[in-house]
């Protein structure tokens, strides 16, 4: 009974907009209200958390199964048990609201977004964007450098105005109760948003969804989109399986594809109630996507990982979040126009259970679809390099931008 009550205060904590300063987005003059925001997640969503990550039921495994069948059962159990007696979200909560956060209302919805201002006045925007399972904590790393690069001993010229938003259905943004939020239409929401802010040309960036959005922002937009940088341009309009992935991906490292585009309220039942299930299906990907010797904390520590598991837990926004693939799968055809916009493409080889391919002919393929102006085949890093290789990312963003400034 106590967990029920605890579920239930969580539950109406977040729909009551207790969870950081949501409600008082409601209280300003007009939709385009721009509402400062606090991460602020209630005690009982804590409690009740504690109270699951202690009766987990765990299940049994063969001997010796390593990661062929999932997350093993000996790393999750020390995952889990670190959540439970070592990990300090406030620490982490802390972290997050030491950047400049916001909510404004576009078509209905509340869009949660950092928009951290560089003390520069030439300062470029960057519209950057984050993808699947991951949330603006991918970028944490590296929103100082970008908007006050000076502060670290590098150049002012390579400042940006720098903004991060959630997209609908994702972390602290509204969820939408209505079908048809594709990558098409989620792009329409950043358009509006870099208007709103005042900003009549800024630079893109984007991984994962945030590529596929990106992209069209730069369709959308091409006027005011200085240029657009992509973690790989593989991506297709229709598929989820990027051009040039070898044949027994498709098979193995997709399945998840699968089951997010046609089932995924199915799915969402047990990774919203669990918090152990939605552990494992997350860093199932970390683990693959990544570039490690085996050893996914090679890559990240138990806190980053956390720290993106609790964004999805403490908003429960792992089935909106996931319905993205459904809805994508199911958009009605699109133009797909080649891309006018000049493009940079950042490929990082360990970017998915396979290695991805770079080179000529990654290039020649991309070439068809994107203005080119730059090429980089990193010598390291995955999926999420701004976390994994803030090095690398960092480099590669302000050498592209500071030739299409």
């Known amino acids: 009974m106590r967990r029920l009550a605890l579920a239930c205060a969580a539950l109406a904590a977040i729909i009551t907009g207790t969870l950081g300063a949501r409600a008082n987005a409601q209280q300003q003059d007009g939709e385009a209200a721009i509402v400062p925001f606090t991460i602020d997640v209630p005690d009982a969503v804590l409690a009740d958390l504690q109270e699951r990550l202690r009766a987990a039921r765990l299940p049994d495994e063969l001997n010796a199964a390593d990661w062929d069948y999932g997350v093993p059962l000996p790393y999750l159990r020390e995952l889990v048990e670190y959540w439970r007696d070592g990990f300090d979200w406030r620490a982490q909560e802390a972290r997050l609201n030491r950047f400049d956060q916001f909510t404004t209302n576009i078509d209905g919805l509340d869009i949660h977004f950092i928009h951290q201002r560089s003390p520069h006045p030439d300062a470029l925007p960057l519209l950057v964007l984050n993808g699947w399972p991951s949330s603006i904590d991918e970028y944490y790393k ?32 509204d969820k939408s109760r209505e079908a048809g939020f594709d990558t098409y239409r989620m ?18 960036h984007g991984s994962d969804w945030g590529a596929a959005v990106a992209r069209w922002v730069a369709r959308k937009d091409t006027d005011r989109v200085a240029g657009l940088h992509l973690v790989g341009c593989e991506g297709v309009l229709r598929s989820a399986v990027p051009l040039g992935r070898p044949a027994d991906m498709v098979a193995d490292g997709f399945g998840y594809v699968e089951i997010q585009s046609t089932r995924t309220q199915t799915l969402g039942y047990g990774l919203n109630d669990s918090p152990v299930g939605l552990a494992a299906w997350i860093v199932e990907k970390y683990h693959g996507w990544s570039d490690h010797q085996g050893n996914v904390e090679q890559a990240y520590t138990k806190d980053e990982l956390l720290t993106n598991i609790m964004i999805y837990w403490a908003t429960g926004s792992i089935t909106s979040a996931s319905r993205l693939y459904y809805e994508n799968r199911h958009a009605p055809q699109r133009p797909n126009d080649p891309i006018t916009v000049p493009t940079g493409c950042a490929g990082f080889v360990e970017r998915y259970d396979q290695r991805t391919r770079t080179g000529p002919e990654a290039r020649q393929a991309a070439e068809q679809r994107y203005n080119i102006v730059r090429w980089t085949d990193m010598p390291r890093g995955g999926h999420f390099p701004a976390l994994e290789a803030p090095d690398l990312w960092l480099n590669d963003v302000r050498a592209f931008f500071a030739d299409v400034r």
């Open 142 to 173: 590296v929103i100082d450098a970008l908007a006050d690069p000076a502060a670290a001993g590098g150049a002012s010229g390579d400042a940006f105005h720098v903004v991060i938003p959630a997209m609908p259905g994702y972390g602290f943004s």
């Open 187 to 204: 792009a329409d929401f950043w358009v509006t948003l870099m208007a709103r802010l005042g900003y009549a040309r800024y630079g893109v």
